[in-house]
């Protein structure tokens, strides 16, 4: 475990990945510590530098010397991360740490790129169970004439506590192993944390955070567990009336700790967050600094692009991470007239043609002719991606060859299953330029009738396509792929 000095106040906390990459800050919540985020280390470093902190009076990490609230957590968090990192941050926080992730978007927007939320505290109000029968118990902590009460309470009735307090914090299905709630329990009745988790009992209460969602642009995923006993889900209820562009999932069969009674869901529900793509056997490999340079520039393409308008810098970064980089030579074909279509292609350097005969759209032999020339930014199969139907014309790359990026069928389900959001704007991006293609292609035709000219530019060689050209018995479509 590292520490770092923060003004007078020493921080420990636990890093995994490289410090080259982007900064993951994780923070746990109340009566907890770094090992509360211990689950999402393993596939965050991954492709992050991630950093699990031990909060102020948490853990290893000493007491604050003033009084604690839920604003100077947050100060003292954007003042870490800007000693040890230059850029904006992603933030993951669970439960009390949730509270003081979206303290610090609202605080510091620019600090922070996206969110991770585990079962927030939004209204600070916990549930009924942890009122009557923690609060007590926390209250007398607060004060030195009453600690050695509370401890002697709670010491003599540890066994009837574990069996009152477990249905609060997990679900009657619980996933949770024994090593891990007897390590949570551990972290929660630490003798000398008292005076802390009763500050931050109160501090969570002073900071309600209900109608201060709207100053909120920091796209973010919320899971919570459908039996979650300890922040109830009307706190869930805030979160969809008032910040509806937040992802919000919930979880059945989790409690308050998704990360440890559903962990495979918890990480697979963040890897699509984040646009991370599955492995085999739904593993995540590590990313190399040639696939994540890749990966940003294909993110600052997409800004100009025909299906990245509107997008955010977190939509493009998970937009890039499922498209496909092909390059081509001249005239190597791309896509195959006749030939099943799943992908949708977007042009990101060169040129592509089309080809195909205007009097017999669809046909797989006929008089061909270069219908249009698609640029870097332009998409085309898009129809094909849609109902996997029969491409109706050649895609060629152009006489300086291609570099094409690839969005099959089944990554653009995933993202609209996933990414809502993201999967309505791409969907209407796309339907946005092929809306434009086609008045394009309309008013090429009536400029061809009106001056009676073949719009065709080039006839290719048949013998140059030799081998490709094979008639079909299908029935010819009537759709054209341009």
């Known amino acids: 475990m590292s520490t770092l000095r923060v003004g007078n106040q020493v921080i420990h906390f636990q890093e995994e990945g490289r410090r080259d990459r982007q900064l993951v800050l994780l923070v746990h919540g109340w009566s907890s510590s770094a090992y509360a985020m211990s689950p999402l280390m393993k596939l965050l470093s991954q492709r992050y530098w991630c950093i699990a902190v031990d909060l102020p009076g948490y853990g290893n990490s000493p007491r604050m010397k003033k009084q604690v609230t839920i604003e100077k957590y947050a100060d003292l968090l954007a003042e870490f991360v800007e000693k040890l990192y230059d850029g904006p941050v992603i933030l993951v926080g669970h439960s009390m740490g949730g509270m003081i992730s979206i303290t610090m978007a609202e605080r510091f927007p620019a600090l922070v790129s ?52 477990r249905p609060a914090s997990f679900a009657e299905r619980s996933g949770i192993t024994n090593k891990d709630y007897k390590r949570l329990k551990s972290d929660a009745r630490r003798p000398d944390q008292g005076v802390v988790r009763a500050e931050c009992f109160d501090a969570m209460a002073n900071n309600d955070l209900s109608g201060r969602f709207d100053a909120i642009q920091t796209p973010a995923i919320v899971i919570w567990g ?28 989790a ?69 496909d980089q092909m390059c081509c030579e001249k005239g190597e074909v791309i896509a195959e007239i006749r030939e099943v279509g799943t992908e949708l292609y977007l042009i990101q350097d ?49 006489k300086a060859g291609a570099k094409v990026l690839r969005l099959n069928r089944n990554a653009t389900m995933s993202l609209i299953d ?65």
């Open 226 to 253: 459908a039996e979650d006993n300890t922040v109830p889900l009307r706190d869930a209820g805030v979160i969809a009336d008032e910040w509806p562009k937040a992802d919000l999932r919930i979880m059945p069969k």
């Open 350 to 398: 060169g040129t592509v043609e089309v080809w195909y005969d205007p009097e017999r759209p669809g046909e797989a032999d006929g008089d061909f002719k270069r219908m249009a020339t698609l640029r870097p930014g332009q998409i085309t199969g898009e129809l094909a991606l849609f109902d996997e139907g029969l491409r109706s014309a050649r895609l060629l790359a152009g």
């Open 114 to 165: 996206r969110m991770i939320l585990i079962s927030p505290t939004v209204t600070g109000k916990l549930s009924t169970y942890i009122n009557y029968i923690v609060s007590p118990i926390t209250k007398l902590e607060q004060f030195s004439s009453t600690r050695f009460i509370a401890r002697f309470i709670e010491q003599i009735s540890s066994t009837i506590t574990d069996r009152i307090m």
């Open 418 to 482: 996933n990414h809502p959001n993201l999967g309505s704007k791409l969907l209407w991006n796309m339907g946005r330029a092929m809306a434009h293609r086609v008045r394009f292609v309309q008013w090429q035709f009536r400029r061809a009738s009106n001056k009676k000219i073949d719009i065709g530019v080039t006839r290719p060689s048949l013998t140059s396509y030799k081998g490709r050209f094979t008639q079909s018995k299908e029935k010819p479509s009537n759709r054209i792929d341009i």
């Open 255 to 323: 409690g308050h700790w998704p990360q440890f009674e559903r962990p495979e869901d918890t990480r697979r529900m963040i890897a699509n967050f984040l646009g991370l793509q599955f492995t085999q056997g739904n593993r995540y490999a590590p990313a190399t600094d040639d696939e994540l340079q890749k990966v940003k520039d294909i993110a600052t393409f997409l800004t100009n692009s025909d299906i990245g308008i509107g997008l955010t810098d977190a939509d493009r970064e998970i937009l890039a991470e499922q498209l």
